[in-house]
């Protein structure tokens, strides 16, 4: 039988653990799950594509029917080059609600045999989101328990050199 492969697509920078719990419920659900990282070179990420995708390779060890993998250009066509049938997002509040609309509209435009599927987020993730943890780490806020410890210590290392970095150019 053919397996069920589904790609979880974003950016990730970072990953939070309202990813993760997305990818961890769909990975009971699907065969496989592929988390797509886009590798957008006109958005200005914090990581790089390749410390975005070591995180999330470290923090989705411990399933088995996970991997990651770093994409560019129309999801759809990383989508059906994976052989998957499906892309899964996150709904966190109503807000995303049209953002996502308009996404999976185009997409299924683009390629009507791929289906995507809308998973609620945990009700403790519902205002999580990589930029607000950004935010609060840039200046210094504790996001425990909001990203995984691996992150976390890479938002500690990220901010403390750039911070070295400002002083440096400033003396
Ligand atoms: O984590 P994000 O930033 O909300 O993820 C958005 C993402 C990566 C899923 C979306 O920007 C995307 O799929 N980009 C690839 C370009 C594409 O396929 N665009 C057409 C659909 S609108």
């Known amino acids: 039988m053919s397996k069920r492969i589904a790609v979880c697509p974003g950016s990730f920078d970072p990953v939070t653990n309202g990813h993760l719990d997305i990818i961890e419920r769909a990975s009971a659900v699907f065969d496989k799950i592929i988390v797509g990282v886009l590798n957008n070179p006109e958005k200005k990420a914090l990581f790089t594509i390749d410390e975005r995708v070591e995180m999330l390779e470290e923090c989705v060890s411990h399933l088995d029917n996970v991997c990651v993998a770093a994409f560019s250009g129309l999801l759809v066509e990383f989508v059906r080059k994976s052989g998957a049938v499906a892309i899964i997002r996150g709904l966190r509040a109503i807000s995303d609600f049209e953002f996502e609309f ?52 890479r938002l500690r290392e990220k901010f403390l050199s750039r911070k070295a970095e400002g002083s440096a150019i400033e003396e």
């Open 102 to 153: 308009r996404m999976a509209s185009m997409n299924r435009k683009l390629a009507p045999e791929i289906e995507t599927f809308f998973m609620m987020t945990g009700n403790e993730y519902a205002y999580l989101s990589s930029s607000v943890v950004k935010q609060v780490a840039s200046f210094g806020g504790c996001v425990k328990g909001l990203v995984p410890v691996v992150v976390e210590k």
